[in-house]
């Protein structure tokens, strides 16, 4: 049974920073293209990041490009979404994907983790 399962979420102060994890099963995820995405109340979801399956090829979108990482370790099944100086825009509820290599669609979806950024 694949599983995405994302944990981190919180509360946090604008300029804080917070982690996290996407622990992934059911599938062999080294051969997986991983991704965060967001998505606020009342708007569509918004891509984050992205990375590869060896984990040597990031995007980020221009929002919060400098102030987030991705990164994986595919020994432990696990992507990891670092945020740091966090604004209230960024409040959403995050989910990663991940989709075969070489593929275009994501084709497993966690159920998310909520974000919220106070002011």
């Known amino acids: 049974q694949v599983q995405l399962r994302e944990s981190g979420g919180g509360l946090v102060q604008a300029g804080g920073s917070l982690r996290l994890d996407c622990a992934a099963s059911?599938?062999?995820?080294?051969?997986?293209?991983m991704a965060w995405f967001r998505q606020a109340p009342g708007k569509e979801r918004d891509f984050v990041g992205y990375?590869?399956?060896?984990?040597?090829?990031?995007t980020y979108a221009d929002s919060v490009k400098g102030r987030f990482t991705i990164s994986r370790v595919n020994a432990k099944n696990t992507v990891y979404l670092q945020m740091g100086s966090l604004k209230p825009e960024d409040t959403a509820v995050y989910l990663c994907?991940?989709?075969?290599?070489?593929?275009?669609?994501?084709?497993?979806w966690g159920q998310g983790t909520q974000v919220t950024v106070s002011s």
């Open positions: 990375i590869s399956r060896s984990g040597g090829s990031t």
């Open positions: 994907a991940a989709r075969l290599a070489g593929r275009m669609e994501y084709k497993y």
């Open positions: 059911g599938f062999i995820f080294s051969a997986y293209d």
